[in-house]
């Protein structure tokens, strides 16, 4: 291995072609790698670093500096100043850290992240992660100005305020996470409908546009009675959770989860899952409604949820994990043990009928309850589901998994 280290002006260094390290000085360094698992460190000054071949790190640190990976699976980092990062070929991480940074991953399914400043992401072929957060060590900054691209394949692009979004080729995935910094709530008017056209469409929320994109994975966690989220035209992600809302699915298989934590007058969510075959859930003051399609509900113990519209080819998925309870015996958490033939018991008043675990299906009001052990006397009922049209249940709405 040859070390280099500059304290004064200097011309171009290329390394030997193993594995070199550089360590730069306060003027406008140039090195270049060539083969080998480089490491290269810019320090001050503008300076212009090139891997090379094989696995790099490449630090551009102070001033405003231009960084190449080129050929291996390379991390750039470009510190202070406003930086060009290229990665090259093969699969990269870039990050721009501070400045209004300049990121190209190349070919190979590249990580970018733009950091602090108003970026420029471009994610060039493969399959790509675009960052445009203003999220550092740990701290969430205002936000800035950025613009994404994802190019050809099927990216993922995480946007925050303020940014301007194309997914390109491929079906790829926008990714909106709003978190807030108080205990007030918000009221949301967002949609994301017109995401899938050729151009970046507003969508209602801190001045981000977006187009060019197949699906939206989206999480809010302080919503105000009276917001509205509606998704895209294909199958997306949607988590909310708050005083209340409404959460549309639209069209397309989407997943879909609620928790409205209060019970007052005009409080409480409703999740429409829309044309699709949708997988939705909710804890809480939620109300669920499959629309059309086959949908899945996942149930879970005391959630409280009320289901609006169970009907056709729907049905239950029970997560055995979800219903694990307290063994006195054992002295430990077990998984329930169901008689998957009869899961469930149905009536005016039901009544155990074994000592597996089961449900209990009360049909004068709709509601489905959960008992541990049967005909035992060790555990009470748990409301885990209202059926508001009072559904007829069997066996086939029952899936179980781990």
Same mark, same amino acid.
């Given at each position: 291995?040859?070390?280099?280290?500059?304290?004064?002006?200097?011309?171009?260094?290329?390394?030997?072609?193993?594995?070199?390290?550089?360590?730069?000085?306060?003027?406008?360094?140039?090195?270049?790698?060539?083969?080998?698992?480089?490491?290269?460190y810019?320090a001050?000054?503008?300076?212009r670093?090139?891997?090379?071949?094989?696995?790099?790190?490449?630090? $551009?640190?102070? /001033?405003n &500096?231009?960084?190449? =990976?080129?050929? +291996?699976? !390379?991390?750039?980092? #470009? @510190?202070?100043? *406003? %930086?060009?990062?290229?990665?090259?070929?093969?699969?990269?991480?870039?990050?721009?850290?501070?400045?209004?940074?300049?990121?190209? $991953?190349?070919? /190979?399914? &590249?990580?970018?992240? =733009?950091?602090? +400043?108003? !970026?420029?992401?471009? #994610? @060039?072929?493969? *399959? %790509?992660?675009l960052?445009?957060?203003?999220?550092?060590?740990?701290v969430?900054?205002?936000?800035?100005?950025?613009?994404?691209? $994802?190019?050809? /394949?099927? &990216?993922?692009?995480?946007?925050d305020? +303020?940014?301007y979004?194309?997914? #390109?080729?491929?079906?790829?995935?926008?990714?909106?996470?709003?978190?807030?910094?108080?205990?007030?709530?918000?009221?949301?008017?967002?949609?994301?409908?017109?995401?899938?056209?050729?151009?970046a469409?507003?969508?209602?929320?801190? +001045?981000?546009?977006?187009?060019?994109?197949?699906k939206?994975?989206?999480?809010?966690?302080?919503?105000?009675?009276?917001?509205?989220?509606?998704g895209?035209?294909?199958s997306?992600?949607?988590?909310?959770?708050?005083?209340?809302?409404?959460?549309?699915?639209?069209?397309?298989?989407?997943?879909?989860?609620?928790?409205?934590?209060?019970?007052?007058?005009?409080?409480?969510?409703?999740?429409?899952?829309?044309?699709?075959?949708?997988?939705?859930?909710?804890?809480?003051?939620?109300?669920?409604v499959?629309?059309?399609?086959?949908?899945?509900?996942?149930?879970?113990?005391?959630?409280g949820?009320?289901?609006?519209?169970f009907?056709?080819?729907?049905?239950?998925?029970?997560?055995?994990?979800?219903?694990?309870?307290?063994?006195?015996?054992?002295?430990?958490?077990?998984?329930?043990?169901?008689?998957?033939?009869?899961?469930?018991?149905?009536?005016?008043?039901?009544?155990?009928?074994?000592?597996?675990a089961q449900?209990?299906?009360?049909?004068?009001?709709?509601k489905?309850?959960?008992?541990?052990?049967?005909?035992?006397?060790?555990y009470?009922?748990?409301?885990?589901?209202?059926?508001a049209?009072?559904?007829?249940?069997?066996?086939?709405?029952?899936?179980?998994?781990?």
């Open positions: 291995m040859t070390t280099y280290r500059l304290t004064k002006k200097t011309k171009a260094i290329k390394g030997t072609g193993g594995e070199d390290d550089f360590f730069g000085s306060m003027f406008n360094d140039t090195f270049e790698g060539r083969a080998g698992n480089d490491y290269i810019g001050d000054g503008n300076d670093l090139k891997g090379g071949d094989d696995d790099d790190y490449v630090y $551009g640190e102070m /001033g &500096d231009k960084l190449y =990976g080129d050929a +291996g699976d !390379d991390y750039i980092y #470009g @510190g202070a100043g *406003n %930086d060009w990062l290229y990665g090259g070929v093969d699969n990269d991480y870039l990050s721009g850290d501070e400045g209004n940074d300049r990121l190209d $991953g190349g070919a /190979g399914n &590249d990580d970018l992240f =733009g950091g602090l +400043g108003n !970026d420029n992401l471009s #994610g @060039g072929a493969g *399959n %790509d992660l960052d445009g957060r203003e999220y550092t060590y740990g969430d900054f205002v936000a800035g100005k950025d613009r994404l691209l $994802g190019g050809d /394949g099927n &990216d993922r692009v995480i946007v305020d +303020g940014d979004a194309l997914g #390109g080729k491929g079906v790829d995935v926008l990714n909106v996470q709003i978190y807030s910094s108080s205990i007030a709530l918000t009221k949301y008017l967002i949609d994301f409908s017109k995401i899938t056209g050729k151009k469409a507003d969508i209602g929320h801190g +001045g981000i546009k977006a187009g060019q994109f197949e939206v994975s989206v999480s809010i966690d302080d919503m105000d009675i009276g917001s509205v989220v509606t895209s035209k294909g997306d992600r949607i988590s909310g959770e708050g005083k209340g809302g409404v959460i549309n699915g639209g069209a397309g298989n989407d997943t879909l989860w609620a928790y409205g934590y209060d019970s007052s007058p005009g409080s409480g969510f409703i999740v429409n899952g829309g044309t699709g075959n949708d997988k939705l859930s909710g804890y809480g003051n939620v109300t669920l499959g629309g059309a399609g086959d949908d899945q509900f996942t149930l879970s113990r005391n959630s949820s009320t289901i609006a519209d009907s056709g080819k729907d049905y239950f998925l029970i997560k055995m994990s979800d219903f694990r309870y307290f063994d006195y015996n054992l002295n430990k958490y077990v998984a329930p043990v169901f008689d998957k033939a009869n899961p469930v018991v149905s009536g005016a008043d039901p009544k155990p009928a074994s000592t597996f449900f209990f299906y009360d049909t004068d009001d709709g489905l309850y959960y008992d541990a052990d049967g005909v035992g006397l060790n009470d009922l748990q409301l885990v589901t209202t059926l049209n009072k559904a007829v249940l069997n066996a086939s709405h029952f899936v179980f998994v781990a």
